[in-house]
């Protein structure tokens, strides 16, 4: 975090992750006019480097609380399929985060996706799951506004994608 001589303008990053693991920002986008919902999911090294990542919108009835669980669903799924074993997910959902470091089923209209999250984390104990504020997830939200905005599905591996760039590069020098 670095901030101006007076203290009042604060500017923040993404920090990288521990040496040897995988760092995956999500974060769920809802529109309330359209009533549309969309996910934006990245994973990066430790150096700040993207390896993988995706926008997407969701089809079907959603709320900003399930898009932001779904944001997570797909987290977990990424990291699932390319054998990541040291994993940190982070996300703008404090309710979400807590929900899964509890692993614990609600009745909330998220459960299906909780418990479909829940239930792979079994096997594999080096996943974890931290809330961040939003002005460390701004990649996530970047892919995630893009996405329910302008109706994208965009997966990408070492490439950026230019509504995201700056924030990437920025991340990766500061972080």
């Known amino acids: ?9 604060t500017q923040e990053h993404w920090a990288k992750p521990p040496q040897n693991c995988i760092k995956i920002n999500v974060d769920g ?3 309330l006019v359209s009533r549309k919902a969309a996910v ?3 994973a990066r090294y430790s150096h ?3 390896i993988d990542g995706f926008a997407f919108q969701l ?3 959603h709320t900003v609380e399930s ?7 797909e987290g977990v799924r990424m990291a699932i399929e390319n054998d990541w074993t040291q994993v940190v997910f982070e996300g703008d959902s404090a309710t979400v985060v807590s ?13 299906a996706h909780l418990w479909s999250t829940i239930s792979k984390l079994v096997d594999h104990p080096g996943f974890s799951f931290s809330f961040v504020r939003r002005a460390f997830n701004r990649v996530a939200h970047g892919l995630a506004q893009w996405a329910v905005n302008e109706d994208v599905t965009f997966r990408f591996y070492f490439e950026i994608p230019l509504c ?8 990766a020098f500061f972080g």
């Not at 929900?99 to 459960?111: F, G, N, P, Q, V």
């Open 67 to 73: 898009a932001e669980m779904c944001a997570f669903k």
């Open 48 to 50: 700040g480097i993207m």
């Open 29 to 31: 986008a809802f529109n």
């Open 99 to 111: 929900k899964l470091d509890r692993k614990e089923l609600d009745r909330s209209h998220t459960s």
């Open 1 to 9: 975090m670095a901030s101006n001589s007076a203290g009042s303008n």
């Open 59 to 61: 089809r079907g009835l």
């Open 164 to 171: 995201i760039e700056h924030f990437v590069i920025e991340d």
């Open 40 to 42: 934006g999911v990245i």
